[in-house]
């Protein structure tokens, strides 16, 4: 096998127009994006119109100047041409803008699910914060406690007392030895 020589590409060069002709897909899409903004004016349609006008104007009054003696194919002619090269330069930008428009659904789609895990994390961090809060003692829990619980500490403290007393009483009155 001779050096440089590779099995997978085929001896003969078949040259087509496409191997001379390289054009940028970006630049196509913008060209047909501008051509189809264009052809969706209202100065397009007037400045056709015109060219219409005189056109016809030219083709009936002025008999010297019959370019197109038949009725009007040179002009439908020109209509199917541009019919021709419009449609598919308004088919690629179409294109090209449902193409943008799937590239922004899809990041209001990741945008719209990440708001949306933002917004579940957030309602458990309150719902653990309102569940936190709710094992907090408050101050109106604390004061009824406290009610509630200060005849019981009142007569605890009775008792303690009067046994204190009761021993020292003991001690007072017992021999010394």
Known sequence: MAEGRR???????????GSYLRLDPD???????????????????????????VW???????VRLRWDPYPFILLNLAFSTQ????APLILLAQN?????????????????????????????????????IGELATRDFIRGELTRLAPEASDEADRRERKARKKADRERHEPVA
């Open 7 to 17: 099995l997978d590409v085929p001896r003969g060069s078949a040259r087509s127009l």
């Open 27 to 53: 630049a196509v899409g913008r060209f047909a994006e501008g051509i189809a903004r264009f052809l969706g004016t209202g100065r397009f349609l007037a400045v056709q119109t015109f060219i219409v006008v």
């Open 96 to 132: 090209r803008q449902a193409d943008r428009d799937r590239v922004q659904a899809e990041e209001d789609r990741a945008r719209a699910a990440q708001t949306r895990a933002d917004t579940e994390y957030l309602a458990r961090e309150l719902a653990a914060l309102r569940v936190a």
């Open 83 to 86: 019919a021709a090269y419009a």
């Open 56 to 62: 016809i104007a030219l083709n009936v009054f002025a």
